[in-house]
């Protein structure tokens, strides 16, 4: 598909919680080959810090990610979306933000562990899963052959990661 790094952009409806978590670990395990974004249809302002202590588990840093709108990529100078990722889950009845263009599109629903209530340990597990799904997600996204796929090949691939 191409030379370059891809760009994907992780779309949520908060920004603070799951597309944090799926910024962090594909530009953590992307290998060069991927660049990583994430935003909110309708940003809360912060990030979840059971997201930040998820993301710290995993070895990864935390500095610079910060909960903002999607409207600063849709800005001339952004950098051009080659890949949108929503995250939102359609059981949460949440809106999940639709984006214009050309870039390959891909709904990879879970849970919003932000929605959790309980106990700080219960919290800490929904987030936990939600990491975990998010990561395995993304670990057959970077061992796709992204280079040498057609553009209908991999998008199929890309819906299916989503039911995984």
Not at 121 to 130: L, M, Q, T
Not at 146 to 151: K, M, W
Request: proline content about 6%.
């Amino acid at each position: 598909m191409s030379d370059r790094e891809l760009n994907v952009l992780f779309l949520c409806t908060g920004n603070s919680a799951r597309s944090i978590m799926a910024e962090a670990i594909l530009n953590a395990t992307g290998q060069g080959r991927f660049r990583a974004f994430s935003a909110g249809s309708h940003p809360n302002g912060k990030v979840n810090p059971f997201a930040l202590a998820q993301i710290r588990k995993a070895g990864f840093s935390t500095e610079g990610y910060r909960s903002k709108s999607w409207d600063e990529f849709a800005n001339p100078d952004a950098p051009p979306i080659d890949l949108v990722v929503t995250v939102c889950s359609d059981a949460a009845g949440e809106v999940c933000p639709i984006w214009p263009g050309r870039p390959l599109k891909a709904h990879w629903g879970v849970d919003d562990p932000a929605r959790v209530e309980g106990t700080e340990d219960e919290k800490d597990r929904a987030f936990a899963r939600v990491y975990t799904q998010l990561y395995s997600r993304i670990r057959i996204l970077t061992s796709l052959p992204i280079d040498t796929l057609e553009r209908s090949v991999l998008q199929a691939k890309l819906h299916d990661i989503g039911k995984t």
